[in-house]
């Protein structure tokens, strides 16, 4: 049996991690919807090639997040994980103005049109937050035994942050402040949780 | 407001069980569309086309069905008015969302020369309006399926222009929130010839009043408050006629209106201008606007 990697602190901060991460990516996925709207509309269409996108991108994530944690995994590199999504979520907000209404243009089929503009702004920031999951499982996991209740717990942590930030996100953030707002405030909280996670890193085992 | 409808429930159950047996509504057609239930009904001689069980609220489309040219529905009247009384007959009109058709009909009945073309984002909407509500299109009445914002963008690109401008595409349940955005109706009003018309059919109550005014107010500045039970906005960049024009314009389509069912000269008393609303709401933007939240 190996010894744990994280100390008690290090594992709630690995949690918090985990439950920031679900709730960002579908603040971000809801808000992609406003985003799209003026230059795509909002028909099924749009959604579809939105969730598409966020799907893709996660799975996609999940891989390289598994794969990433067999090197020396750490809670900072955790922590980078997350910044890395919060960076690059940065430039949708300026994507989402006349670069979108050009792709329009160029590609005037409602489908490819968005699905286009979906990966465009949110396939690399949703790629590293899938990441972050199964590198908390690494984190988090210390011995065989317990390692079902260990992933079950984090995909519980995760999922229960998605279904937080849709909810808040749908029916309070929007009716409150502007979008580009919002979508600040979750890249800036990302950045704080990373920077959290950073000054836990040497809480490693 | 989730709360607030779980409470609703309820009562709202008892009154359509109440209702039920006393009027025989029959239902024609159902459709499961890509957005919606599209259902047609009818009801003491009327046939209606509406997005929720039993037209609980906000029947979309009605027809006479002894009279197929009568007009059931207020807000129809409101919106001929706004669309023929404001300036010479438009040659070239836009209206966004289809309903059963009876507005673009009528409005090709009285305009036989105007190029009418007509958004619908939902393609079982467009059949159903062919199949149970007489709606033809043709060479002077072309159908696009779109997106009412992606077509004015597309149209502003090339280089298209109309003298009127119909929005009709919400409903009780659900608002594209895209299409109530001071940014949209920047857009619209640029695809407005010089003496174009603007008319927009929406809410006359809820709190999205006060928003929807600002909204209007910020693109249009001044417009003509059309309220019975719907509300009709009539705005036009240039200006707002007077009321002698707006009635000289009346007394041209009286006849051609009173086929409808529409009296022209009691529309005419609709046409003010008084604020109404707290000017002081939140203007609706693409960066802020939560109208299904707000029209509760």
Known sequence: MSAPLLTRAGVAVCYLVAFWSGFFVMGVEL?????????????IYVWGALIA?????????????????????????????????????????????????????????????????????????TFFS????????RLLVDDEQTSGRR?????????????AGTILTSFYFVLWFEVNVILLSLIGTSALLAVLAGIFRGNNR | MMMKSLARLPLLLLLAAAAMPAVAQKLIHSEKS??????????????????????????????????????????????????????????????????????????????????????????AVTRMAKRYFGFRDGPKMKVIEADGRVYVKRAIRAGQRYDAILLDAFDHEYIPEHLLTREFL????????????????????????????????????????????????????????????????????????RGFGVD??????????????NTKARVLTDQYSPANLLNK
């Open chain 1, 31 to 43: 808000l992609g919807g406003r985003l799209l709207a003026p230059s795509f509309g909002s028909s």
């Open chain 1, 53 to 125: 996108v966020f799907m893709l991108a996660l799975s996609l994530g999940y891989l390289a997040g598994g794969r990433y944690s067999q090197r020396n995994p750490s809670l900072g590199k955790l922590g980078i994980l997350l910044a890395l999504a919060a960076a690059t979520a940065l430039p949708v907000l300026p994507l989402s103005g006349m670069p979108l209404e050009n792709l329009a243009i160029a590609i005037p089929d409602p489908r490819f049109g968005s699905l286009s503009a979906a990966m465009l702004l949110f396939f690399i920031p």
């Open chain 1, 130 to 137: 899938g990441m972050v999951s199964p590198y908390c499982v």
């Open chain 1, 151 to 163: 992933a079950g717990q984090l995909y519980f942590v995760s999922t229960f942050g998605s279904a």
């Open chain 2, 34 to 123: 890509l957005y919606r239930d599209v259902l047609v009904y009818e009801e003491r001689g009327e046939r209606c086309m509406c997005f929720t069980r039993q037209c609980r609220i906000g029947r979309q489309s009605c027809l006479n069905l002894q009279n197929p040219k009568q007009f059931a529905l207020n807000y129809t009247r409101m919106m001929m008015g706004g669309t023929l009384f404001m300036g010479p007959p438009p040659k070239h009109i836009l209206i966004i969302g289809l309903g059963g058709g009876t507005l673009p009909m009528a409005l090709a009945e009285i305009l036989p020369e105007a190029q009418i073309d007509v958004v619908e984002i939902d393609p």
């Open chain 2, 186 to 257: 920047a857009e619209v009003k640029s695809l407005l010839t010089p003496e174009g018309v603007l008319v927009g059919n929406t809410f006359s109550s809820s709190q999205l009043y006060d928003h929807e005014s600002t909204t209007y107010a910020a693109v249009f500045g001044t417009f003509f408050n059309l309220k019975r039970e719907n509300r009709v906005i009539v705005a036009r960049p240039a200006g707002l006629p007077g009321s002698d024009e707006l009635r000289a314009r009346a007394l041209d389509y009286e006849l051609a209106l």
């Open chain 2, 264 to 277: 022209a000269t009691a529309v005419l008393p609709l046409f003010t201008t008084r604020t109404d609303w």
